[in-house]
């Protein structure tokens, strides 16, 4: 863990009860402060007054991974919850002469929370060893899902480099998996790494109502997953449908914009622009559709609408 001071004072912390285990934080050059303000309020007896307000935050650097950032108990106040990795220095610890010594650990801020999680390490090479992922999970909560998964976190996943993911304490549902995709819904793919010979992992970050598909050996199997909460639903024959229908149909939304023709097929009909056609085999005559979800209807007379091969043209 990286800790950043962010004063223009050497700060000791004093870690243990006996005032002897003291960490010496040294000025990092970076003086974080709130913008003040000064009100002149004239003179009192002689001596000027004024007030001062303090407004936003100036050079408090970004989040980074494995780092925490020490700061003026009236910076950490102006933070508030807004961040996590920012802290002010503890209670002041006095030597017997009454002077100022160190503090007694560090102030947390509201936003931060114990990191009680595991840590662990996971590494994938290829074939040949010439690439691969690494994860480090440092804090976060391991968590038991359903599925042929090779871990899932409550956490926060940060792409350090093409071969490095961290997983840090969050609360994000993070998947660590073979061949996964996210086939509906709000996640992110976090990383995806062949490692050669039909071989994936890869790293989802998923959102409630998400659905993942979890693929095995050349994607001759598959298993479907729905998000909910920290948890994993295997999907019935009836949804997993719905789902291919409305993916298939938001393609052919998709696809349809903006275009004078768009071909769909599936045999033994088609469709192909605004117009329907169905051969001999129904023995239809073409229709013109006043919309692409009168035409979408239509097709779904034919065959689910999953079954059918969509064209741009």
């Known amino acids: ?24 934080i040294e000025p990092s ?53 807004s961040r996590s990795d920012v802290f002010a220095p503890g209670p002041a610890v006095r030597d017997a002469a009454g002077q100022v010594i160190g503090c007694k650990g560090l102030s ?37 899902v359903s599925g042929d998964f090779i871990a899932a976190y409550r956490g926060k996943a940060i792409r350090l480099a093409e071969d490095s993911v961290v997983v840090e304490h969050g609360t994000d549902f993070v998947l660590v998996g073979g061949d996964l995709v996210l086939y509906e819904g709000m996640g992110t793919q976090i990383a995806r790494v062949n490692l050669q010979s039909n071989r994936e992992v890869t790293v989802l970050v998923v959102s409630d109502g998400d659905i993942v598909v979890s693929y095995g050996y050349k994607r001759r199997s598959s298993a479907w997953y729905r998000v909910s909460g920290f948890a994993l639903l295997p999907l019935t024959a009836s949804e997993k449908a719905e789902a291919k229908a409305r993916r298939r149909k938001a393609a052919i939304e998709m696809t349809f914009a903006g275009k004078d023709t768009v071909r769909l097929t599936n045999y033994p009909a088609r469709i192909a622009g605004k117009r329907f056609w169905a051969n001999e085999y129904n023995g239809s005559e073409p229709r013109e559709a006043e919309s692409i979800e009168q035409l979408i209807a239509w097709a779904e007379e034919i065959a689910p609408l999953a079954e059918w091969k969509i064209w741009g043209v």
């Open 1 to 24: 863990m990286n800790i950043i001071n962010l004063t223009p004072h050497v700060i000791n912390i004093v870690c243990d009860e006996s005032d002897e285990k003291t960490l010496t």
């Open 29 to 81: 050059g970076i003086i974080a402060r709130c913008v003040e303000q000064r009100e002149d309020l004239g003179v009192l007896s002689g001596v000027p007054v004024s007030r001062a307000t303090y407004g936003a935050v100036e050079n408090l650097p970004e989040p980074q991974s494995d780092t925490i950032y020490v700061v003026s108990a009236l910076v950490l106040m102006a933070v508030g919850a």
């Open 108 to 144: 947390a801020g509201p936003a931060y929370q114990p990191r009680n999680g595991v840590f662990e390490r996971h590494e994938w090479r290829s074939t040949n060893g010439r690439w691969g992922l690494e994860i480090d999970v440092r804090g976060a909560v391991r968590l038991n």
